[in-house]
């Protein structure tokens, strides 16, 4: 196990180029900060060096809030504003590899392995609208890149309401917003018809795992 003063690289930080891309991004983006302790606790148990995005973003923030709170970055963790550290989401989420982001409607997006013959690490998500996981085929850093400068508009454009901005606000970063009919039904495609709240994030997540294993998906 590497030391925390061989994972910190200050004169080789991506801090600064995550900074730029924040900075640079048409979403409103809110650096959650975090406190030196946890962050460092973080990023040791973590074993990827500030060099690279996710060790800059874990041992710099307490997560990322982007465009309102339709998606979550985390990072090393902010209690005030109930957004939990990357490491204490994984243990109760538990998903095949690294969790690094949620959307509000209880999307996730995990690091790991690629089926790409190269085998690297390549961010897969969970989609709500068919209970399947998807290879994004772009490694942490090109995949954070991309959601930053713009790629959420297309994304999810299929799942945005009249009104949406004001229900994500209001939507507590531990929570997501529940769909009735779910996103996976024919009736839950037409989302401005549905009923929508905001209920614990851990609730969503679980229903839609279990609803994949019933179909088989």
């Known amino acids: 196990m590497r030391s925390l003063a061989e994972l910190i690289s200050d004169d080789r930080s ?29 990023l040791h148990r973590l074993q990827v060096g500030t060099a690279s995005w996710l060790g ?26 109930r957004l939990a550290d990357i490491h204490a989401v994984n243990e109760v989420f538990e998903p095949a590899g690294l969790l ?23 961010i897969h998500y969970f989609a709500p609208d068919t ?13 954070l890149y991309a959601m930053l400068g713009g790629a959420l508009d ?36 037409d989302i401005e018809s549905c009923s929508r709240h905001a209920i614990p994030m851990r609730e969503i997540v679980d229903v839609k795992h279990d609803m994949a294993d019933q179909l088989g998906a």
């Open 154 to 189: 297309q994304f999810y454009l299929s799942w945005r309401w009249a009104g949406w901005r004001d229900e994500v606000a209001a939507c507590p970063l531990d929570s997501g917003i529940s769909v009735l009919p779910p996103l996976f039904t024919r009736e839950g495609k």
């Open 100 to 122: 690094v982001a949620q959307d509000v409607m209880g999307g996730e997006f995990v690091w790991r392995q690629g089926e790409a013959e190269d085998g690297l690490p390549t």
């Open 14 to 42: 991506a801090w600064a180029e995550i900074e730029a891309s924040v900075t640079g991004s048409p979403y409103a983006i809110e650096i959650l900060p975090t406190e030196p302790d946890r962050a460092a606790s973080c």
């Open 56 to 81: 800059a973003l874990v041992y710099g923030t307490g997560g990322l809030v982007v465009d309102g709170g339709w998606l979550r970055v985390f990072g090393s963790g902010n209690p005030r504003r």
């Open 131 to 143: 209970l399947r996981w998807e290879d994004l085929t772009l490694g942490y850093t090109d995949w």
